[in-house]
């Protein structure tokens, strides 16, 4: 059974930085691209970063030179380093991998990220 495990988030203000952790099991992680996606209330999920099995990346626009995506196949975990942030981040954060374009595997709980003054 695939388990993911977001963690990192909390309360910061506008400006500050928090590094997000995805801890996924049951998968053949190395494989497969994983994706960062956040939803914010009343929205739909929101894909903001992957990075494929061979350590490509890619951004959403409204994070780009924001945010950073990277992997750690030796710990099954990716991460996302958010700096500069802004209120409009305000989201919860979740992993998952990717495939065909789509989120594969059930979410998992996320992590609440909340930017605010």
């Known amino acids: 059974q695939v388990q993911l495990v977001e963690s990192g988030g909390g309360l910061v203000q506008p400006g500050g930085s928090l590094r997000l952790s995805c801890a996924a099991s049951?998968?053949?992680?190395?494989?497969?691209?994983m994706g960062w996606y956040r939803q914010a209330p009343g929205k739909q999920h929101e894909l903001v970063a992957f990075?494929?099995?061979?350590?490509?990346?890619s951004y959403a626009d409204s994070v780009k030179g924001q945010f950073t995506i990277s992997r750690d196949n030796a710990k099954n975990t990716v991460y996302l380093q958010m700096n500069s942030l802004k209120p409009e981040d305000t989201a919860v954060y979740y992993c998952?991998?990717?495939?065909?374009?789509?989120?594969?595997?059930?979410w998992g709980q996320g992590t609440q990220v909340t930017v605010s003054s």
């Open positions: 998952n991998a990717i495939r065909f374009g789509a989120p594969l595997y059930t």
């Open positions: 990075i494929n099995s061979r350590g490509s990346t």
């Open positions: 049951g998968t053949t992680f190395s494989i497969f691209t």
